[in-house]
């Protein structure tokens, strides 16, 4: 008991002090708590001072940024202001300018009006008089105002005619005097310079034999032999009284040469028979086509062509057996693109374009397409096939003026063309037609009123005509003549140029008696 006792006055007494300790704590924690409540109010008073004082501080700055802005704004508005009065003040003063020019304004219409008034009433009595002077004019002239009218302009016409042939006279002198000169120098020198031969070269058309038993064995028993060579070469071979020559017959000349050159073999041979005749005939043109092509080659060489189409070359060795009036067609295309060159190089112009177009400029003439189409526009679609340059084609088709020329290279291949055929000798020209010629040259200029007479000489080179005195002036003499030129240029066709002279004389006859 008395040990329970003990504990219990023990645990009673660790529960004082227990308590004790708590209250003693609690008093400790109360006077920390004020302690820390009373330094959390001074410091949020301070706190709250520090904020009053920075409020303030920024209200003052805003207050004076507020007040700077205002004050500029007033300012802006004062300047705004004074720029509106004076604007008001300019517009014031330009309304008391307008109304001022609008004032007199009005005084110069009714000024106008005054002298509109004054100039209808003038323009009135000048319509009235004028109407008088017409009358009395007309009763002087004895005719009408429209009559007097078409007699002034056609007096104004005549004049203007007059004046107008005089000045193409004087103009086309001048033209004579400058560029004639320049043209006839260039194409003197080129014909100087480019030497040919006068004589004419043509393709073989008789054949020599040593004895008329040669000829027997041509002909063969019945006459199969000569059939066979007929039939194999397509040339009539003529047979006739003509001593030591048997007559070949073909329009194509290369026909006539293969048959030629068989005959040579096979009389060389001795061995005549339808046989051998085809077997030599097949040779010979394999022979002659091999000709043609090294010929038409060589032509190239010695005129320095390059990059020809071989059916090109080919048709330039053809040209070897082909004539045109006489003229051997290969000659004169040679010739003609030397003519060319040397034109061109005097010109300042593609001497190789030069001569290439016009050794092709008669390649129409050898070609078996087409043979209804002229020679010149055949020779440009062949140029165009085989790939040649645009201008070498229309120097081709334009070198008879069958198409517009578009190139400087077109006219130097029509004169060359001209000057080769032209030359003395180069050409053959039947008695019939050359005489035709000239007939119709003088009656296309003795169609003309006015004409009395013309003569057609020199060849046909020149036409003189005669016209009356009385019925052709002189400035009417020069027009005819470019009319006649003209007209010849247009409905003729002739070698070289033609000169047209046109005479005129006056003659005064009396009689003594």
């Given amino acids: 008991m008395n040990i329970i006792a003990i504990i219990i006055g023990f645990v009673a007494g660790a529960a004082v002090a227990l308590a004790l300790s708590i209250l003693i704590r609690k008093s400790i924690l109360k006077g920390k708590r004020d302690e820390i409540l009373e330094k959390a109010e001074i410091e949020g008073e301070k706190i709250k001072n520090d904020k009053i004082l920075q409020a303030k501080e920024k209200f003052l700055t805003l207050k004076g940024e507020h007040e700077q802005f205002v004050n500029e704004k007033n300012a802006q508005i004062r300047e705004a202001e004074s720029r509106v009065k004076q604007k008001e003040n300019q517009l014031n003063q330009q309304n008391a300018e307008l109304q001022k020019k609008n004032k007199d304004i009005e005084n110069i219409k009714s000024s106008l009006k005054g002298q509109q008034d004054a100039l209808a009433r003038k323009a009135e009595e000048y319509e009235k008089m004028k109407g008088d002077i017409v009358r009395q004019l007309e009763t002087v002239a004895g005719m009408s105002a429209a009559e007097a009218k078409n007699v002034l302009m056609e007096n104004m016409k005549a004049e203007a005619r007059t004046e107008a042939q005089a000045y193409i006279n004087d103009t086309m002198d ?15 020198n080129t014909i100087q ?8 070269e043509n393709a073989v058309t008789t054949f020599p034999i040593d004895s008329d038993e040669i000829k027997g064995r041509i002909i063969g028993r019945e006459g199969r032999n000569i059939r066979a060579l007929e039939a194999a070469t397509g040339v009539e071979i003529v047979v006739d009284d003509t001593p030591d020559a048997i007559l070949l017959s073909a329009f194509d000349p290369v026909r ?26 097949t040779k010979v ?30 048709m330039i060795g053809r040209m070897k057996y082909r004539s045109s009036y006489g003229q051997n067609l290969l000659q004169h295309s040679r010739e003609v693109a030397n003519i060319c060159a040397i034109m061109a190089s005097e010109l300042g112009l593609n001497v190789k374009m030069a001569k290439r177009a016009g050794l092709l400029h008669d390649i129409g003439k050898v070609s078996e397409e087409d043979p209804e189409l002229p020679h010149a526009i055949l020779g440009m679609k062949l140029a165009e096939q085989y790939k040649e340059k645009p201008e070498i084609c229309n120097a081709i088709g334009a070198h008879h003026e069958e198409i517009e020329m578009t190139s400087l290279i077109a006219p130097i291949v029509l004169v060359g063309d001209a000057i080769s055929g032209a030359r003395p000798g180069a050409r053959r020209e039947v008695i019939e037609s050359y005489i035709k010629r000239l007939k119709g040259m003088e009656d296309l200029a003795a169609a003309y009123p ?11 080179r020149e036409l003189r005509v005669i016209v009356g005195a009385e019925q052709v002036s002189d400035d009417q003499a020069a ?10 240029q247009d409905e003729m066709t002739y070698p070289g140029q033609v000169k047209i002279t046109v005479i005129r004389e006056t003659r005064s006859v009396a009689y003594a008696k």
């Fill in 174 to 188: 001048e033209a004579r005097l400058n560029a004639a000169k320049e043209a006839k120098r260039i194409v003197i």
């Fill in 193 to 200: 310079r480019t030497a040919t031969e006068t004589a004419i």
């Fill in 256 to 281: 006539r040469e293969v048959a030629r050159l068989a005959l040579h073999q096979l009389v060389i041979d001795g061995r005549i028979h339808p046989a051998r005749i085809e077997e030599v005939v």
């Fill in 285 to 314: 043109q394999k022979q002659l086509e091999d000709e043609i092509l090294e010929t038409g080659k060589r032509t190239c060489i010695d005129l320095g062509i390059h990059g020809l189409s071989m059916e090109l070359v080919r």
């Fill in 450 to 460: 006015g004409v009395t007479k013309s003569y057609a000489i020199q060849a046909g």
């Fill in 479 to 488: 027009g005819l003549s470019a009319e006649i030129a003209k007209k010849i």
